[in-house]
DNA sequence: ACCGTCACGGTTGAA
DNA sequence: CCTTCAACCGTGACG
């Protein structure tokens, strides 16, 4: 809950307090801190930089954003890893990832012949440009998926598909990069004016809420994405949720002392930015910014 | 000082 | 239902 400039959790603790001095930056670094906090209770570490993390577990996709777009920008690594607090290791192994496949998502990229293009997908993705000309490479994907173009097996990659949309944009209007990427990418609201031949340039400070807000539509797309796989597979599905339930059973074996001393509201239906890491463990409140945008904090 | 790489301990999901 | 294992995660250390 938000009283004032007070963010508190349900126990009326002090999590945050909001400054009109306070930076976008800053303000994104502590949510992604005390989300780490909230979410994952006793996993969390911190590392040599006084970042936190949570071993084995991707970072928060608006951390991975604040990586690139500050690369962009043209702060170095060793930069990005001392203000964001993340391992020099990791920086680098995120942004190489980016530099190849364009992907900012953790998982790996399948890449293989099988994951061309085919003119008849080329077909459908065009179509699909035509009905919205800003779309993400990831959300081609989800609809090529969601209409059933394509099963997981040919699904093309996030390489062939930006190169797909690239070369469109470079026929279409001579924009040298995806506007989808640019959207990504861009804080401007008003992109059409600053649509250069070159790569576009990064305006700094971040907003905040852009970046929450993307990170929740995103993993919007994910979470449906992940519903969607598991539908086109009935034996798939009983697979993972058997696996689910025997993990759930063992995570239930190992908290249950660890609650004891820290009982837990359960609400089930209500999932984050961190959806796809977390187990429905918790209650959340909205919080919402100057500009209408909000983002969910969970709270105990 | 910076950066690429890799072993390590961890998580996840398929089999 | 449980276990195993491969593939992934970020960290930390090395060169």
């Known amino acids: 809950?938000?009283?004032?400039?007070?963010?508190?959790?349900?126990?009326?603790?002090?999590?945050?307090q909001f400054s009109p001095t306070h930076t976008a930056a800053y303000l994104t670094d502590k949510f992604c801190s005390i989300m780490d906090g909230l979410l994952f209770p006793g996993q969390e570490r911190v590392n040599q930089l006084g970042g936190v993390f949570v071993n084995g577990k991707p970072l928060p996709k608006a951390l991975r954003i604040r990586i690139i777009q500050l690369a962009r920008l043209g702060v170095r690594a060793s930069d990005i890893s001392r203000q964001l607090r993340i391992s020099h290791g990791c920086v680098s192994k995120i942004l190489n990832k980016f530099y190849e496949t364009g992907s900012i998502e953790p998982g790996a990229i399948p890449s293989s012949k099988s994951r061309e293009i085919t003119p008849e997908i080329t077909k459908r993705i065009e179509a699909f440009i035509l009905e919205q000309p800003d779309m993400f490479s990831w959300e081609v994907r989800d609809r090529l998926l969601l209409?059933?173009?394509c099963i997981k097996a040919n699904l093309p990659s996030m390489e062939a598909i930006s190169q797909l949309l690239?070369?469109?944009n470079d026929n279409c209007d001579g924009h040298g990069a995806s506007r989808g990427l640019k959207r990504c990418l861009s804080n401007s609201e008003s992109e059409e004016d600053q649509e250069t031949t070159e790569i576009p340039k990064f305006q700094a400070p971040f907003s905040i809420s852009s970046i929450l807000n993307l990170a929740e539509k995103k993993d919007k797309g994910r979470r449906y994405k992940k519903e969607k796989v598991q539908e086109e597979s009935e034996e798939e599905s009983q697979v993972w949720f058997s696996n689910r339930r025997a993990r759930l059973r063992k995570e239930e074996y190992y908290t249950e002392t660890r609650t004891q001393a820290r009982p837990v509201e359960v609400s089930k239906s209500v999932t984050t930015s961190y959806g796809?890491?977390?187990?429905?463990?918790?209650?959340?409140?909205?919080?919402?910014?100057?500009?209408?945008s909000s983002c969910l904090v969970p709270h105990y």
């Open 166 to 168: 690239k070369s469109r």
């Open 276 to 292: 796809a890491l977390t187990s429905p463990s918790a209650s959340f409140t909205r919080i919402f910014f100057s500009n209408g």
């Open 147 to 149: 209409e059933g173009v």
């Open 1 to 16: 809950m938000v009283n004032g400039h007070l963010l508190t959790n349900i126990a009326g603790e002090h999590i945050l």
